[in-house]
């Protein structure tokens, strides 16, 4: 066999023995796309590789053609494979590619072009030739050359991908850089086959695309992986082996953490022992970066081939304003419990000493003073509640986690509370309209706070000489309405959000202003809603709308529902 002769079809028999070779490796790609990708182009270089074979080794000069044309479209085809991997492994989905359904059609007409070149010869015609050795010669034609520089186009597309995904990852890709090189080097064969003497007028990529098979998956198959997945991130990322060694890097992560440079190979923990810290319960670590402390979320994400961990990608979040706002509200809690010791005992205490005190001047005071004894003692009395109200209302707010909610008995809390407003107002009036149905709502022992501080601001806020109060309850499929009613001076349109707002003193009153928005609070808590309406033909009726707990399903155990916030508020 001439020498020529030879090296062409050993060339080729290699290539497509490598690919074929390759292909249980690719089974170990986790990423499906790519893995489809890869497979489809070794297997279309393979048949490729074996078409120019045939075409070299066939007796005749129909066998010679028919080789040929099969070598000429699996060429087109590892094109468009190549694409697909390219696209997959640098993380844009093929399935979504931008005129997909054109790029299908294009090759279709190709493909049909090329089988049907016996007709036409657009693409090659062929003559036999004795130089450098007796073959079937292949011309090509006009056709072939347009064919082929889309091809590169398309191929330049798949370089420039890798090439983008390498440089992104800012870590050390020269080997596989070197790798693309080296694949694009029968490139330079295929442009001058025909015009050198030992050269044959064939596309000579086969080689290329095996050696490039060959380099990534069997020397360089974990760098391969690391990349596209280091790359993938948005966010600083770093890939760790089963071994908690460092793999891979971006660009971003190394930005953070300049001791990644050439740590290829090394733990995690000497690199940076505050992230390896925090690997181990996905916790929060902080970083100094150019002389300011920084705080990161550490979040490990595993991968696995069957039940064996093989590594895992760890991302950096900065949540340094996160975790400025959380430590504040940690700081505003213990203020609040400070303040709460100081209501509930300091505050309270000195009052009813105070009280005690002024109680016994009763019956022995001139009677032009006692009214203003009992002025005394009923602000006495009112600061008490005030006391009991902002312990409910630093309560609410200190709660920690989901509410503890249960079902709790409307008709007795209301019953409860109105004996308790009757006493402490004895010049208003108090009555139930209708009757209360026997019913419980979602809440828990903090319900009687709410209708409390309705039925005090209904008497405070009033300006009659005789407050009158009503309270109704009624039912409305799986909710719970109780409302209060009052002879009052009435809230305006405008003011009817801002009253449940933090720090409103509704119209011309001197109290706290916590009142209506712990019921406010206490009402979201319960995943209620609270609202006030007019009433008529003066007045205002203030309206709490709770879940109903004999009804909505599993209202017993239902504490971990989130509340629902008033769409009024």
Not at 306 to 334: C, F, H, I, Q, S
Not at 371 to 391: I, M, N
Not at 402 to 415: I, S
Not at 435 to 443: H, K, L, S, T
Request: net charge negative; glycine share 8%.
């Amino acid at each position: 066999m001439d020498l020529v002769l030879f090296s062409h079809v050993g060339v080729f028999a290699v290539s497509a023995l490598a690919c074929v070779a390759s292909l249980p490796r690719v089974r170990r790609i986790r990423h499906a796309d790519t893995r489809r990708g890869l497979a489809a182009l070794l297997l279309s270089v393979a048949v490729w590789s074996i078409g120019y074979v045939g075409y070299l080794l066939a007796p005749g000069a129909a066998g010679k053609v028919a080789w040929y044309t099969v070598g000429f479209v699996f060429a087109f085809v590892a094109v468009g494979a190549w694409l697909y991997f390219c696209a997959a492994y640098t993380g844009r989905p093929p399935g979504r590619a931008p005129y997909r359904n054109a790029a299908i059609a294009v090759f279709s007409v190709f493909t049909a072009l090329k089988l049907t070149n016996a007709f036409h010869g657009l693409y090659f015609t062929t003559a036999w030739t004795s130089e450098p050795f007796p073959h079937l010669a292949i011309r090509h034609e006009l056709l072939y050359w347009v064919v082929l520089g889309l091809s590169y186009v398309v191929i330049g597309v798949g370089f420039f991908m890798l090439l983008e995904r390498f440089y992104y990852t800012g870590a050390d890709s020269r080997p596989l850089a070197a790798l693309v090189v080296v694949t694009g080097i029968p490139v330079v064969a295929t442009l001058f086959g025909g015009r050198v003497e030992w050269l044959l007028p064939l596309m000579y990529e086969p080689p290329g695309v095996a050696l490039f098979a060959v380099g990534t998956l069997f020397v360089y198959s974990n760098r391969l992986e690391t990349i596209r997945l280091t790359g993938a991130s948005d966010k600083p990322a770093i890939y760790l082996d089963g071994d908690g060694r460092v793999r891979d890097y971006n660009t971003s992560a190394r930005e953070i953490l300049p001791s990644l440079a050439d740590s290829i190979g090394e733990p995690i923990e000497s690199v940076n022992a505050a992230v390896a810290d925090g690997l181990e319960t996905d916790g929060v670590c902080a970083i100094d970066r150019e002389g300011e402390p920084r705080s990161y979320e550490v979040v490990s994400t595993p991968f696995t081939v069957g039940d064996v961990p093989t590594g895992r990608l760890v991302t950096l979040t900065d949540v340094t304003d996160r975790e400025a706002y959380r430590r504040r509200l940690e700081m505003k809690t213990e203020q609040l419990e400070a303040l709460n010791r100081v209501v509930r005992h300091d505050i309270r205490n000195d009052m009813a000493v105070i009280l005690g005190w002024m109680e016994t001047f009763e019956g022995r005071v001139d009677d032009d003073l006692e009214p203003v004894l009992d002025r005394v003692l009923r602000k006495g009395t009112h600061v008490v509640e005030l006391t009991e109200t902002a312990r409910d209302f630093i309560e609410s707010l200190s709660t920690e986690g989901a509410v503890d909610l249960r079902p709790v008995d409307v008709r007795e809390t209301v019953d409860t509370e109105l004996a308790a407003v009757r006493e402490s107002f004895p010049d208003a009036t108090f009555r139930v309209d209708g009757e209360i149905p026997d019913v419980r709502v979602r809440g828990n022992q903090m319900l009687s706070s709410v209708l409390r501080n309705l039925l005090e601001n209904a008497v405070r806020h009033n300006d009659e000489a005789t407050p009158e109060v009503a309270v109704a309850v009624e039912t409305a499929g799986e909710t719970v309405r109780i409302s209060v009613r009052d002879n009052g001076p009435g809230i305006p349109d405008e003011r009817k959000r801002e009253v449940f707002g933090k720090g409103e003193k509704g119209l011309d009153s001197p109290g706290t202003g916590i009142g209506l928005y712990l019921v406010h609070v206490l009402t979201n808590q319960f995943g209620g809603e609270v609202w006030v309406e007019d009433a008529e033909p003066k007045g205002s009726v203030f309206v709490v709308e709770l879940v109903n707990a004999d009804r909505a399903e599993g209202a017993a155990d239902d504490a971990d529902r989130p509340p629902r916030y008033p769409p009024n508020l």
